[in-house]
């Protein structure tokens, strides 16, 4: 109820998540929405009509169907990759901001380590080495974003730790555990989620990125692997805009609603933010 | 057994770059079974730190001498697991500042009945994760009620909108009664307020005060205050610090009605409002690194003598209590 009234009260998150849930939905209702089976062969090359919308690509697959079926793929492994990140970014940031001493040095010493190396280059090289496919791809994402997310969760923690709430918690007898699951986390929630939703954005960005290369899974279809074979199959040269333009504005308007939802958390919480805005 | 806590030569240092600031210098104190100790000091004096060393949270500093002996078992050398065990349900505290001290995301009712969850020793991950708000008529629920009641809260509608509130809601002296609440429903043996009201007006403060008097009951309590007044209703001891000692300590009677050490005599007389304003004792705060050999206090007493500055006074018994002035070396006084 809470979340349904921040949506509502909130312009930019409202925008955001509608166009975020419009995408989802489409996804979700794929098989429905879809006019012909993305995988059939009908004739190569055919330009928008009737019965193709969009047409069809090389070999002949109907590229409106695809384009519903690739956001399943494209979403999937942006969330699972995110959800790899955040968990992994909140547990070690809540440890290494709680904890303090060695074992914060250690993991804020990977941290820093993993946001030195430039990410792209580390992700391609990963990838080909552990070879592609949906899970390999989400979790190589997530291994290369949660430094990000634990550097966050680890500063927010840093001043919760000090809090009145925390100290009382302590001298009531209550344990690291207890204070770090009930105390600290449920405060740095807010923070968690906005972040969540930039990463979710990365992370899309990355898997779109990295099909396109033409290092995702070949079997399954995505935004960035329909770009990638607009691009090595003739599309470009073709002019065929309607295959390589939709996907391109496809990734452009699920980042641009993440991105519209995490600018509405930060305006919650900065209130200067919301008035730069508004000039 | 009648003592249940006995403090000895007390020394809690903080590191810093300039040298240990040694807040604590010595602390002497007793405190019997179902008594209640009043401590009174200036701000910086180590009451706060002698409060929180009491539960072993005086961290980043360290206790470097001394032993503090809670019912029968000096604490100063416990683990940190073992002193778990002794907060809350041994020793439990009353914060200073109301309006940090609740968790901004929980109702008053959720926090209340996460309190007593401890009390039963319910700590399982299950616990921590589903944080649930008493149901009306469950046993925390009535617990809790019993509680609120004893402090003139019986409406029903009252109470229930109470526990449905988020500490945001609720006033600064609502938000003290539910820190009083929350320690007492552990029912621990030794319960520290330290210095409970100062975030509060003055109406509010002592109607706090009686009320945690009150519901003590046969908990022993130590009240850090600056209200004589409450201080004389509550408490039937009273410590008076300076300087990170226990400069004077009695019977509230004796000690507020004739002080013997000069510091209790000028503190005493600073909180009597008069027409003409009342006296203050300035001279800046006291340098916790490098003490000044001998009486801490010796630059501001007004009985000032040649020993003072040489010697640090010794603490002697005078009838019902303690000193720590070189006025009383040899039992009595010697000054005109």
Redesign the interface.
Known sequence: MNLLRAVKSNSLIATGAVTLAVLLLVALFAPFLAPHDPWHYYQAFLPPSIDHLLGTNDVGQDIFSELVFAGRVSLSVGFLAALIATFIGVSAGTLAGFRRGILDNILMGMTDVALVVPALPLIILISVYIGPGFFNIALVIGLILWPVMARVVRSRVLSLRE???V?????????N??IM???VL??A?PIIAAKFVLTLASAMLIEASISFLGLGDPSAKSWGSMLHYAFSRGGFIREMWWWYLPPGLLIGLSIFGLNLINLGFEDKGDPRLKRMLER | MKNLLCVTGLHVNFETSTGAVRANRGVNLTVEKQERLGVMGESGCGKTVLMLSL?R?QQPGVIAKGSIIFNGRDITGLSE?QM??????GI??I?Q?H????????TVGQQLG??IG?RHGR?GLWQ??R?RQPGYGSPAYNEIKDLFNRMNFGDERFFKRLLDSYPHELSGGMRQRV?IG??LL?EPQLVIADEPTTALDRATRLEILELLGMLAGKTTLIVVSHEVDAIKSICNRVAVMYGGRVVEFGKTSAVLSSPKHPYTRLLLKSQQFKRGGSISITAGALDMVTFPSGCPFYPLCPQVMPVCSQVEPAEVATGEGVVACHLYHGGKECWK
């Open positions: 809090s009145g709430y100290e009382s918690a302590r001298a009531l007898g209550a344990g555990w207890w699951t009930r105390h449920p405060n929630l | 539960m949270l697991n778990r065990h002794i907060r809350g349900r439990a505290l914060p500042n309006s940090t001290a609740l968790n901004p995301v929980y996460e309190t401890r700590t921590i994760i944080t820190l929350m320690a552990l």
